[in-house]
Structure formats: structure tokens, C-alpha cells
């Protein structure tokens, strides 16, 4: 399968953004999907996940109540609404397609990866 991370760019703090991560090649129904970022300096970070089912995987506090995940079976993608942005939300966005249906937080768990989409928020 081949994920394509889109949406990213720059946006003033507050505003949003709403990132996709399309599939191809093959379906990614069964699966849990993840969304990481990763800025300079930094660890890879899970922002956000959703299994097969559509439940979503508690987010970490740092962005628990503006990140939101959704995905559209018809479309083969999931898409991670991201709102009330701040500076320290800047990073290169990831999603990836989890080994199981389910989206666990950690990044080993998950087989294909996109190419990264950048977000910039500035102040």
C-alpha cells in the first residue's frame, strides 16, 4: 500500500488545517491509521489514530480537543482535522497504516508510512 500525506502548509496561530492521508494500491478499510509529527530536534510524536471500525485512539494531552480524525471508506482516506493551531504544533506531519485494525500509539506498530506533509504555524 502507498500512503500520500497531504494538506500541510503555513497558517497563523488559531487557524487549521485539515491533513489527508490517501491510499493506493490497496485498501486500508481493515486497518487502524495514525497520524505522527516529528519537528527538529524532536522525537516522533502520535497526534492521533483511528481503527477500522472508525473509534479513535485517545490523543495525547497536547492536542486532545483540536485534533479530530475521520475516515472515508470510499475514498480510501483518513484525514486529521486540526483546529485552535499553535506554534508548537509546527512539525512534519506523518500517517501511517497500523499492522492490525486497530491504531495503537506507538510507531513500531505501523507497516507503510506517507512521505511527510509539513505544517508551520507562525504567531
Known amino acids: 500500500v502507498q500512503l500520500q500525506a497531504s494538506g500541510g502548509g503555513l497558517v497563523q496561530a488559531g487557524g487549521s488545517l485539515r491533513l489527508s492521508c490517501a491510499a493506493s494500491r490497496r485498501t486500508i478499510s481493515n486497518n487502524g491509521v495514525g497520524w505522527f509529527r516529528q519537528a527538529p530536534g524532536k522525537e516522533r510524536e502520535f497526534v492521533g489514530g483511528?481503527?477500522?471500525?472508525?473509534?479513535?485512539?485517545t490523543p495525547p494531552d497536547s492536542v486532545k480537543g483540536r485534533f479530530t480524525i475521520s475516515r472515508d471508506r470510499a475514498k480510501n482516506t483518513v484525514y486529521l482535522q486540526m483546529s485552535s493551531l499553535k506554534p508548537e504544533d509546527t512539525a512534519v506531519y506523518y500517517c501511517a497504516s497500523s499492522r492490525t485494525s486497530s491504531s495503537p500509539t506507538v510507531y513500531s506498530q505501523y507497516t507503510y508510512w506517507g512521505q511527510g506533509t509539513l505544517v508551520t504555524v507562525s504567531s
Open positions: 483511528i481503527s477500522w471500525n472508525g473509534a479513535s485512539t
